[in-house]
């Protein structure tokens, strides 16, 4: 069982980490669209924010390789999988 709600409720930051143009498709309300591709030129961002942070794609695939990314860069981050069914789960 994911404790996804509790960490939004608290704070933590949902990082959308899909295109700009699957993002403006739909979304996690609140959350940050910030794509893979770009994400490395955010982390300094990220960091000043001083927030945990779930990151969410479609699948789960890239999510997931951006919280490797995050991760390495010292940031507290669990994937949060496919934005539509996390957007469930903290509903």
């Not at 404790?3 to 608290?10: D, F, L």
């Not at 739909?26 to 910030?34: E, L, P, Q, R, T």
């Not at 695939?61 to 390495?72: D, I, N």
């Amino acid at each position: 069982m994911n404790n996804w709600k509790q960490m939004v409720q608290e704070g933590a930051m949902v990082l959308d980490v899909r295109t700009t143009e699957e993002y403006n498709a739909g979304h996690v309300a609140g959350s940050v669209n910030i794509p893979l591709d770009i994400l490395p030129d955010h982390i300094a961002e990220l960091k000043e924010r001083n927030k945990k942070i779930i990151a969410v794609c479609r699948s789960g695939a890239r999510s997931g390789a951006a919280t490797g990314l995050l991760t390495q860069a010292g940031l507290e981050v669990v994937n949060g999988g496919g934005w539509d069914s996390f957007e469930q789960a903290i509903a």
